[in-house]
């Protein structure tokens, strides 16, 4: 025991000082695949040192797997390996086996380990994809070499190509679902994010798999990439591993996600600086975000391009005179149409929202699309035939959204609008947005188009009803994507979005009326969240200047609509019934404003005293017992409160009106948005702060409060 403990006092010595030479010569060189073979490097030669020390048996393989296997271990990250025994292991095994991972973990190692026979492996392979992935990738580390051999021979043949794919895919998605399937998160996982790390690991996995080869240099000599994307894979991917060993070095532990508190530690480390426009941080992300995107849309190319290599084609459909559609992908009848028809640019998106029998676009149209970007320049914006086209894109029944995400996906919708162009990877740094500002804006034509779908009108029943009657919707979907626009360019984005939403409808020669509505909404769109969350909606002034701010319905349906999704889009969290009531209740008193429906602040006070009345009429209450109460809180209190509040707050305080004990009840809001509150006392110093600061202690959000 003595001696174990010697041992492993010995080896914890040398793994903190390798540890620290490691950081110490990577913030010298700064070079990722330097600092992954160090410590790979390290860390086999104190395997093999611990193995041998364990005396486990020669004829019992220890093999690296996974990331670790594949000569990639990033400075905090978990030693995967695999253990490989004979069929019929020895019973001392087990005991060595024990003793060895003990002492690992004693030294301070994080392993992660397996002991499987080769049958086992191969059983658990064939039924787990992911198993599988990680036996691929392996290395033997110590023990006999031709069981070894025997181990790899076995596992690549029980791969099944297709079925490999198709299950490394779904488990893709799954991964992607977990980030709301965007690049742009504003703390985005450097490993498993879309666009992160395990996306590039997905193409070589299932180029393995196919024997095409384990790295980017097999899969250029194979020509399944070209020379500029080898080098364009090679940069981003550096650069994420970069971030990710600096990452781990700041945290100090296997930490893959760039959350707020590191950014800007990061940022000047990297020698990012602050400017009058961004933060050092946002340049930081900004690169980030460039370099994710260029992996996701490389991992869409070739996955598809490796589906194509084992998948039988099927026969093509022509699409008029310059696309096909195979295998449930649109394709070019060849591979320079955009040069000689840059029309077709623009066309192949209106196809896809045509034909939803497609499900997007093969690999060479992508490509193809990638070195057609300079084509759409000023002068291709300039053409009406192009102006045209966008315009169809807007106007269609169906597939806008996912038009203008695959348009922003594909790089072309920043070159066609050149402001958005600039705001793509740009950080909000806010409490409420959790998205890049392009993303923001695809959620917010997201939830737009939400409500022009029947199946779900349940979500929004009122926004449904409008927009169903709204005459114009692409007219809503110019403002939207021209709302946040000019975010990070410093001054207020609401009128420099304003003037960018001007000049392109007088470009695509919008009518006078349409131009103004789309300029309107943009320079307005924060004012009718404003106005509902920071201004007493039962003063009936309040609602009046309201409506003359508005003008009249269009302005005030747009404007709802577009403010709803706004809100929505900012993040899965920041919407909620309160905001919902707030918003509806806002719109249906400016619209009876604009119809002059509008009731005097005293049509108000006895329309709600009467309503009150006949609620607490319903719990037996005679009036004689609750006039004094009333009188005693005066006229106001009929313009602040809602009948509902009012009949509930009467009938708990009509016995209690010259009470010196304080009364607290609460229940829930019947507008499902949170609980209610009531407290009634005598007012004292400092009341309110001293209330809102219990709540404060609880972790409660005071979403309102009346006095």
Same mark, same amino acid.
Not at 140 to 152: N, P, Q, S
Not at 227 to 244: F, I, K, P, T, V
Not at 648 to 673: C, K
């Given at each position: 025991?003595?001696?174990?403990?010697?041992?492993?006092?010995? +080896?914890?010595?040398?793994?903190?000082?390798?540890?620290?030479?490691?950081?110490?010569?990577?913030?010298?060189?700064?070079?990722?695949?330097?600092?992954?073979?160090?410590?790979?490097? &390290?860390?086999?030669?104190?395997?093999?040192?611990?193995?041998?020390?364990?005396?486990?048996?020669?004829?019992?393989?220890?093999?690296?797997?996974?990331?670790?296997?594949?000569?990639?271990?990033?400075?905090?990250?978990?030693?995967?390996?695999?253990?490989?025994?004979?069929?019929?292991?020895?019973?001392?095994?087990?005991?060595?086996?024990?003793?060895?991972?003990?002492?690992? +973990?004693?030294?301070?190692?994080?392993?992660?380990?397996?002991?499987?026979?080769?049958?086992?492996?191969?059983?658990?392979?064939? $039924?787990?994809?992911?198993?599988?992935?990680?036996?691929?990738?392996?290395?033997?580390?110590?023990?006999? #070499?031709?069981?070894?051999?025997?181990?790899?021979?076995?596992?690549?043949?029980?791969?099944?190509?297709?079925?490999?794919?198709?299950?490394?895919?779904?488990?893709?998605?799954?991964?992607?679902?977990?980030?709301?399937?965007?690049?742009?998160?504003?703390?985005?996982?450097?490993?498993?994010?879309?666009?992160?790390?395990?996306?590039?690991?997905?193409?070589?996995?299932?180029?393995?798999?196919?024997?095409?080869?384990?790295?980017?240099?097999?899969?250029?000599?194979?020509?399944?990439?070209?020379?500029?994307?080898?080098?364009?894979?090679?940069?981003?991917?550096?650069?994420?591993?970069?971030?990710?060993?600096?990452?781990?070095?700041?945290?100090?532990?296997?930490?893959?996600?760039?959350?707020?508190?590191?950014?800007?530690?990061?940022?000047?480390?990297?020698?990012?600086?602050?400017?009058?426009?961004?933060?050092?941080?946002?340049?930081?992300?900004?690169?980030?975000?460039?370099?994710?995107?260029?992996?996701?849309?490389?991992?869409?190319?070739?996955?598809?391009?490796?589906?194509?290599?084992?998948?039988?084609?099927?026969?093509?459909?022509?699409?008029?005179?310059?696309?096909?559609?195979?295998?449930?992908? @649109?394709?070019?009848?060849?591979?320079?149409?955009?040069?000689?028809?840059?029309?077709?640019?623009?066309?192949?998106?209106?196809?896809?929202?045509?034909?939803?029998?497609?499900?997007?676009?093969?690999?060479?149209?992508?490509?193809?699309?990638?070195?057609?970007?300079?084509?759409?320049?000023?002068?291709?914006?300039?053409?009406?035939?192009?102006?045209?086209? &966008?315009?169809?894109?807007?106007?269609?029944?169906?597939?806008?959204?996912?038009?203008?995400?695959?348009?922003?996906?594909?790089?072309?919708?920043?070159?066609?609008?050149?402001?958005?162009?600039?705001?793509?990877?740009?950080?909000?740094?806010?409490? &409420?947005?959790?998205?890049?500002? *392009?993303? #923001?804006?695809?959620?917010?034509?997201?939830? /737009?188009?939400?409500?022009?779908?029947?199946?779900?009108?349940?979500?929004?029943? %009122?926004?449904?009803?409008?927009?169903?009657?709204?005459?114009?919707?692409?007219?809503?979907?110019?403002?939207?994507?021209?709302?946040?626009?000019?975010?990070?360019?410093?001054?207020?984005?609401?009128? !420099?979005?304003?003037? *960018?939403?001007?000049?392109?409808?007088?470009?695509?020669?919008?009518?006078?009326?349409?131009?103004? @509505?789309?300029?309107? !909404?943009?320079?307005?769109?924060?004012?009718?969240?404003?106005?509902?969350?920071?201004?007493?909606?039962?003063?009936?002034?309040?609602?009046?200047?309201?409506?003359?701010?508005?003008?009249?319905?269009?302005?005030?349906?747009?404007?709802?609509?577009?403010?709803?999704?706004?809100? $929505?889009?900012?993040?899965?969290?920041?919407?909620?019934?309160?905001?919902?009531?707030?918003?509806?209740?806002?719109?249906?008193?400016?619209?009876?404003?604009?119809?002059?429906?509008?009731?005097?602040?005293?049509?108000?006070?006895?329309?709600? $005293?009467?309503?009150?009345?006949?609620? !607490?009429?319903?719990?037996?209450?005679?009036?004689?017992?609750?006039?004094?109460? +009333?009188?005693?809180?005066?006229?106001?209190?009929?313009?602040?409160?809602?009948?509902?509040?009012?009949?509930?707050?009467?009938? %708990? /305080?009509?016995?209690?009106?010259?009470?010196?004990?304080?009364?607290?009840?609460?229940?829930?809001?019947?507008?499902?948005?949170?609980?209610?509150?009531?407290?009634?006392?005598?007012?004292?110093?400092?009341?309110?702060? $001293?209330?809102?600061?219990?709540?404060?202690?609880?972790?409660?959000?005071?979403?309102?409060?009346?006095?």
């Amino acid at each position: 025991m003595a001696e174990t403990l010697k041992t492993a006092q010995h +080896w914890r010595a040398q793994l903190k000082a390798a540890q620290e030479a490691l950081k110490v010569d990577f913030y010298a060189h700064s070079n990722a695949r330097r600092c992954l073979q160090q410590r790979t490097s &390290f860390i086999d030669k104190l395997l093999r040192a611990v193995w041998k020390d364990t005396n486990i048996f020669n004829d019992t393989c220890l093999i690296a797997v996974g990331g670790y296997g594949r000569g990639e271990l990033f400075p905090h990250s978990d030693i995967d390996v695999l253990i490989l025994p004979p069929e019929s292991p020895p019973p001392q095994l087990n005991v060595k086996i024990e003793a060895l991972v003990t002492l690992l +973990w004693d030294i301070g190692l994080n392993v992660g380990h397996s002991v499987r026979t080769l049958s086992e492996c191969v059983e658990e392979a064939a $039924r787990d994809a992911t198993v599988m992935t990680n036996l691929l990738e392996s290395r033997l580390l110590a023990g006999d #070499h031709d069981r070894y051999l025997h181990y790899l021979q076995r596992i690549r043949n029980c791969i099944q190509p297709q079925a490999f794919l198709q299950a490394k895919i779904r488990e893709q998605d799954q991964r992607h679902a977990k980030f709301n399937d965007t690049e742009y998160n504003l703390e985005p996982n450097i490993k498993e994010s879309p666009g992160g790390l395990r996306d590039l690991h997905m193409i070589l996995w299932l180029s393995q798999s196919q024997d095409l080869g384990a790295t980017w240099v097999d899969l250029y000599q194979r020509k399944l990439i070209s020379a500029s994307e080898h080098a364009a894979l090679r940069r981003h991917e550096r650069q994420l591993q970069l971030l990710r060993i600096r990452l781990h070095f700041l945290a100090n532990r296997r930490e893959d996600k760039l959350l707020f508190d590191f950014q800007s530690e990061l940022a000047a480390e990297l020698g990012y600086v602050t400017n009058a426009k961004r933060r050092a941080s946002e340049a930081l992300m900004q690169g980030f975000y460039r370099s994710a995107k260029y992996i996701s849309l490389m991992n869409e190319v070739l996955l598809k391009a490796l589906a194509e290599k084992i998948a039988p084609s099927s026969m093509p459909e022509a699409i008029g005179a310059y696309f096909i559609a195979q295998d449930g992908l @649109l394709d070019t009848t060849h591979n320079d149409l955009f040069a000689q028809h840059p029309e077709a640019i623009l066309q192949s998106f209106l196809i896809l929202q045509q034909r939803p029998d497609l499900t997007g676009m093969s690999a060479s149209l992508v490509r193809q699309l990638q070195r057609a970007r300079p084509l759409v320049n000023r002068g291709y914006r300039l053409n009406s035939t192009h102006q045209k086209q &966008f315009l169809d894109i807007l106007q269609q029944r169906n597939g806008v959204h996912h038009s203008l995400r695959r348009m922003n996906h594909y790089g072309i919708l920043g070159a066609y609008i050149p402001a958005f162009g600039k705001i793509i990877g740009q950080m909000q740094h806010d409490l &409420f947005h959790v998205y890049t500002v *392009d993303e #923001h804006i695809l959620n917010v034509l997201a939830n /737009l188009r939400r409500f022009a779908k029947p199946e779900l009108k349940h979500e929004f029943p %009122l926004c449904s009803t409008l927009f169903a009657q709204f005459e114009k919707p692409y007219l809503l979907y110019l403002a939207a994507l021209f709302h946040d626009i000019a975010k990070g360019r410093g001054g207020d984005h609401s009128e !420099l979005g304003t003037m *960018d939403a001007r000049r392109f409808c007088r470009l695509h020669e919008l009518t006078k009326e349409d131009a103004e @509505l789309v300029a309107w !909404l943009v320079q307005a769109h924060l004012i009718m969240s404003r106005t509902a969350q920071k201004s007493d909606l039962g003063d009936p002034a309040v609602i009046q200047q309201f409506a003359r701010f508005v003008e009249n319905d269009t302005r005030l349906v747009a404007l709802y609509l577009l403010t709803v999704a706004d809100i $929505r889009g900012t993040s899965p969290a920041v919407w909620n019934a309160w905001k919902a009531n707030l918003l509806q209740h806002l719109f249906q008193q400016t619209r009876k404003a604009l119809q002059g429906k509008m009731p005097t602040l005293d049509q108000l006070a006895e329309a709600r $005293r009467n309503e009150a009345a006949e609620k !607490l009429d319903r719990f037996g209450l005679n009036p004689s017992s609750y006039l004094d109460l +009333w009188q005693a809180f005066g006229e106001d209190y009929f313009t602040r409160y809602e009948s509902d509040e009012i009949a509930w707050q009467s009938r %708990l /305080l009509t016995p209690h009106l010259n009470t010196q004990t304080p009364i607290v009840r609460a229940r829930l809001s019947p507008h499902g948005d949170g609980i209610q509150i009531m407290i009634y006392t005598k007012d004292q110093q400092d009341l309110f702060a $001293r209330i809102c600061s219990f709540f404060g202690h609880m972790g409660y959000n005071i979403a309102q409060a009346k006095i």
